[in-house]
Nanobody, 115 residues
């Protein structure tokens, strides 16, 4: 069994910053990629950023230059530093990890950016 615990969401004004964390625990043998997705009301879930075990990263065009993904392999934790937040960043943010066995989702954390 694998558990993902997310934290760091909340309400922030436009231009502000938040840092999301996602810690994985349980029967984890090897984590390959770790990533963050988001889903706004009435929209499909979309990839925000992902990072491989070697540190390669990919970002959605809408967040490039504002968000930074990082990971601590010793702690099985992935982070998302979000700067210069915009109202359109408002969504539920989910972390996801991909192991050699399967993929796992976090429960989601709400990020609300007020204008």
């Amino acid at each position: 069994q694998v558990q993902l615990v997310e934290s760091g969401g909340g309400l922030v004004q436009a231009g502000g910053s938040l840092r999301l964390s996602c810690a994985a625990s349980g029967s984890i043998f090897s984590i390959n990629a770790m990533g963050w997705y988001r889903q706004a009301p009435g929209k499909q879930r979309e990839l925000v950023a992902a990072i491989t075990s070697s540190g390669s990263t990919v970002y959605a065009d809408s967040v490039k230059g504002r968000f930074t993904i990082s990971r601590d392999n010793a702690k099985n934790t992935v982070y998302l530093q979000m700067n210069s937040l915009k109202p359109e960043d408002t969504a539920v943010y989910y972390c996801k990890i991909a192991t050699t066995v399967s993929g796992y989702w976090g429960q989601g954390t709400q990020v609300t950016v007020s204008a």
